[in-house]
């Protein structure tokens, strides 16, 4: 079975300082892993994917595999980060077609 | 590209009554997929959908639930005699190729009395 975990349903953070949003996922094929984040009053958009090891908004993240996590990462937070983040996988082995979510990260930076 | 087009925004039904949810998926894109986002709680995939054919429906509840997305028109979720655990927030998203990125639609909340 598929399963994202976000453990943290808030975090609160200073601007400028960093920020780590956890996820753990539990999946025995081949995942891909998405974050998805979001702002208030706009739609769900993606913020990266592991696949492209692009950093976007200055937020990283990187899979791996042996602690079987992909914590987004960004080493100095801005105001504009404020909103909701979502971990999300899909099975590149099964056609990658749904995606299974976490409950979400609501995150604030405080000024 | 006006993006993924969902109506009505919110819908309000009794007890008993049918609601009917409208995705328009991006233009271009023929791959259609719904999930459902309960109160504190993370989007949950209900079904995907290809022009006028249902791919996979694992997370469909068994009874209630359909959806279809047909040659012409939108995509469509229909809940039949709702209950009061149907109240949720229903997503709509799109994508032009199977395992690309998914467009999300702004959803439709729907409140049941």
């Known amino acids: ?111 | 590209n006006a993006g993924v087009m969902q109506n009505p925004r919110h819908l309000v039904r009794r007890r008993g009554q049918e609601a009917r949810l409208r995705c328009s998926p991006m233009k271009g894109h023929s791959h259609v997929y719904w999930y459902r986002q309960l109160p504190e709680e993370g989007l949950k995939f209900m079904v995907y959908l290809q022009k006028e054919n249902i791919i996979d429906e694992s997370g469909m509840p068994k009874e209630r639930f359909s959806a279809e997305f047909p040659k012409e028109g939108p995509s469509i979720l229909r809940i039949q005699q709702v209950v009061r655990g149907d109240s949720a927030a229903y997503f709509c998203a799109s994508s032009p190729v199977r395992g690309n990125e998914q467009y999300f639609g702004p959803g439709t909340r729907l409140t049941v009395t």
């Open chain 1, 1 to 111: 079975a598929q399963r994202v975990t976000q453990p943290e349903k808030l975090l609160s953070v200073f601007k400028g300082a960093p920020v780590e949003l956890k996820c753990n996922y539990s999946y025995s094929g081949s995942p891909e892993l998405f974050w998805y984040v979001q702002y208030s009053r706009q739609r769900l958009q993606l913020l990266l994917r592991h696949i492209s090891r692009e950093s976007i908004k200055g937020f990283t993240a990187d899979l791996n595999k042996g602690e079987t996590s992909f914590h987004l990462k960004k080493p100095f937070a801005q105001e504009e980060d404020s909103a909701m983040y979502y971990c999300a996988l899909s099975g590149i082995d099964q056609g990658a077609q749904k995606l299974v979510f976490g409950q979400g990260t609501r995150l604030t930076i405080n000024p």
